[in-house]
């Protein structure tokens, strides 16, 4: 089976920028969501897209976004992604996709076998589905809280859209989840953190490692 693709999401420094770069990371993610404790700033996040120079895909993380939001960061940033992370409606996806000329991956919250149904409306709209754990009803953040899905969910079933795994993976357990789930990319926020908004540099060479199977 091919290694899945990395993801380290919420990068808000230089020294996590560095050490996912080094782990050969091929994606990470820049937080623009105020209520985040990975929130960047554009002007941080511009200056880690920067230092990144091409070595991994910049992939940009909005929840419910406000009308020209994600055009007013491409503005400052060079987004290779938008990662939509809220309850954006297939149609809003489609929008921001065909407005910024970006890939766009919608974040598909996963608690039961039947919300993996809801990536069918986002055919066309959206390039990639990131099935996540879905939070409980009411929680501050739809995304980084830890919660994982039940990975035997996802064995077999059919997707109608190039898809990955996030939601509680760690680098003890990614190996895992990536061989039952056979997920196109794995992604982890806080699975390689110390504390909230603070990465581990050794966690996410670990996770990268474990990803890998090396």
């Known amino acids: 089976m091919p290694m899945p693709a990395i993801k380290i999401c919420g990068i808000n420094s230089a020294e996590a920028l560095d050490a996912a770069l080094s782990a050969r990371a091929e994606h990470f993610g820049l937080v623009f969501c105020a209520k985040s404790p990975r929130n960047v700033a554009p002007d941080q996040a511009a200056a880690l897209a920067a230092r990144a120079a091409g070595r991994a895909r910049v992939v940009g993380l ?14 400052q940033v060079p987004l290779d992604v938008v990662q939509l992370h809220g309850k954006e409606a297939p149609a809003l996806c489609a929008s921001i996709r065909s407005a910024t000329a970006r890939e766009v991956w919608k974040a598909i919250g996963v608690r039961k076998r039947e919300d993996l149904h809801a990536a069918r409306a986002y055919a066309g709209a959206a390039d990639f589905a990131l099935y996540d754990a ?10 980084g809280t830890g919660l994982r899905i039940d990975w035997t969910l996802l064995k077999g079933a059919r997707h109608p859209l190039r898809w990955g795994l996030a939601g509680g993976l760690t680098p003890e357990n990614v190996a895992e989840a990536a061989a039952i789930t056979g997920a196109a990319l794995v992604d982890t926020s806080s699975g390689v953190e110390s ?4 990465k581990d540099s050794a ?3 670990a996770f990268c490692k474990s990803a890998r199977g090396e």
């Open 62 to 75: 909005f929840v419910d976004p406000e009308p020209g939001e994600v055009e007013a960061v491409l503005a």
């Open 134 to 143: 879905k939070p409980p009803e009411g929680a501050p953040l739809p995304g």
């Open 195 to 198: 504390a909230p908004g603070v």
């Open 203 to 205: 966690k996410i060479a």
